[in-house]
């Protein structure tokens, strides 16, 4: 009898156990089959431009130039030939445009016909250890900056959320990232050097040509060459994160109510939910916390963690909603297990954005990102939620940022305490793409707009000269300074031909400096 009931345990134990493994095999089988699907059609099908043509990030602005120009690495060699292609150029009637990684969107980096000058080898650094500040060419990036400041125990002040860009790209168009409560970088130059058009080299800060320091951060490369910068840098500190989910709709009340009471905050990001059943209805904010007795460390740099699973998750959600929703509850629940909850400073920066970007040959990664005062958040996410799916937009992400009021830019965006919101889109590669995209966006920039807001300028050159103009009232004094100072408009780029080029500005009563 005994044994008889062994074996009926027994019979129950396997059937329990067959059962679960069962079950846990429908709950898994469709996330695995979705990421072994994607990983196996994701292809490296990105081919540089055919000869004599410039392109930059977007795959989407493929022009014939002139030539590209590599800057030598020396110093004394660089300065020497740049005044000799400038006055070249100016012999020859042809148009300069500044070129690092190109990261830009819209043809920041070409003028069709032109010289493109390639800075990225002019990539040399020295830190001055007793005043904290980075001595840095304007061609590194920050995959080189971040490991040389790193064997110092430092870090970098200000920056973007990914290592791609060069540093003087980052100046040029005045970025910003998760660093809490901080103005953009431009906050974070102490000076740099500049050659003019003429072939003349000045030295800019806030007492220095103090004019023109405001004017080249966040210039977009029509002022100068920006050949090297002095760049305040911090101690490498470490960082334990708090995830706290909110409904959008108190976003903002839950930010100021977990930030303002606190002095351990180093910097803070948020998510906002991409699926179709609860699009942009909840999120996550997720607060980095200093670490007492952690300041001033060196990091073990070792780039993205699990690449291939965490590039999975983010590519599936490509033109699917199912990838989407896998997306979203493997970051809300499951990234503590993936990624951990200690962060070195350094290991945050020290992340290319390569490792998420769309490499099909039919499609593109899009970015538009619009700034709105804290108050009008929510009132700014509810047009979103109508905008973007009436256009059929495929939203990947949305990540939110704080930014603190810019004093030194001259075409400052934060004008104001900021709420960014970094809406990033897929889009193919076609006229239907491109139409469909510029529409949205302008319908976007306009709520943005609504709202007391304004929108970021390094991307697709989507918004109207009138929506421009709005949102950056100082914009006719910008480009009349530009004149100022080249004349001859050596310096040239798409956006400057789109919204910049004399009698390219609609007269406006907002027209003025808002310094």
């Known amino acids: 009898m005994v044994c008889g009931m062994r074996q009926t345990l027994g019979r129950k134990i396997r059937f329990c156990l067959g059962l679960g493994v069962f079950l846990l095999a429908i709950v898994t089988a469709h996330p695995i089959v979705h990421i072994v699907r994607t990983i196996w059609k994701d292809r490296n099908e990105i081919t540089a431009p055919p000869k004599g043509t410039a392109d930059d990030v977007s795959r ?12 030598p690495a020396d110093r004394e060699a660089a300065e020497q030939q740049l005044a000799a292609l400038l006055q070249r150029a100016r012999k020859n009637h042809l148009k300069v445009s500044i070129a690092g990684a190109r990261h830009s969107m819209g043809g920041h980096t070409i003028y069709p016909g032109g010289i493109v000058i390639d800075m990225l080898p002019f990539n040399r650094m020295e830190l001055d250890e007793a005043n904290n500040i980075l001595h840095v060419q304007a061609g590194a ?24 860009f060069s540093l003087g790209g980052s100046i040029s168009v005045n970025c910003h990232g998760w660093q809490f409560n901080q103005p953009p970088i431009a906050s974070t130059v102490v000076a740099f050097r500049l050659m003019r058009a003429d072939g003349t080299i000045v030295r800019c800060s806030r007492t220095e040509n103090p004019e023109l320091f405001s004017l080249v951060l966040g210039g977009y490369g029509l002022f100068g060459i920006i050949l090297d910068v002095d760049l305040r840098v911090v101690p490498n500190e470490r960082y334990k994160i708090e995830r706290v989910t909110v409904p959008s709709a108190d976003y903002a009340r839950v930010f100021q109510q977990k930030t303002m009471l606190t002095s351990d905050i180093a910097m803070v990001y948020g998510r906002l939910n991409v699926c179709q059943a609860n699009f942009l209805q909840d999120g996550i904010i997720n607060l980095f916390h200093r670490l007492p007795g952690t300041n001033s460390i060196m990091t073990t740099l070792t780039g993205v963690k699990d690449v291939t699973l965490k590039r999975a998750i983010f590519r599936g959600g490509a033109r699917s909603d199912y990838g989407k929703e896998l997306r979203w509850t493997a970051e809300k629940y499951f990234d503590s297990v993936m990624d951990g909850d200690i962060f070195d400073r350094n290991a945050i920066l020290y992340e290319p954005a390569a490792w998420f970007e769309d490499q099909s040959k039919a499609t593109t990664d899009i970015l538009i990102e619009c700034f709105v005062p804290p108050d009008q958040f929510e009132p700014f996410v509810e047009e979103l939620r109508t905008i973007i799916p009436r256009h059929q937009g495929d939203l990947l992400n949305l990540t939110v940022r ?114």
Do not use: C
Request: without cysteine; glycine residues 4%.
């Open 141 to 164: 990036r920050w995959s080189e900056v971040i490991p040389f400041v790193n064997k110092y125990h430092r870090s970098i002040e200000v920056m973007q959320s990914n290592d791609d």
């Open 402 to 515: 704080d930014l603190a009021a810019d004093k030194d830019s001259f075409l400052r965006y934060a004008n104001q305490p900021m709420f960014s919101l970094v809406m990033f889109f897929s889009q193919t590669r076609d006229a239907q793409g491109e139409e469909k995209t510029r529409s949205m966006t302008q319908e976007i920039i306009a709520a943005a707009l609504r709202h007391g807001g304004r929108y970021y300028l390094p991307y697709r050159l989507h918004a109207t000269p009138a929506q421009f103009n709005q949102a950056y009232p100082q914009a006719v004094a910008f480009f009349e300074s530009k004149r100022k100072y080249d004349p001859e408009e050596l310096f040239q780029n798409e956006f400057y031909l789109k919204y910049g080029r004399s009698g390219n500005e609609p007269a406006t009563e907002n027209n003025v400096n808002d310094k």
């Open 60 to 71: 989407l602005n493929q022009t014939s130039i002139a030539e590209t120009w590599e800057i």
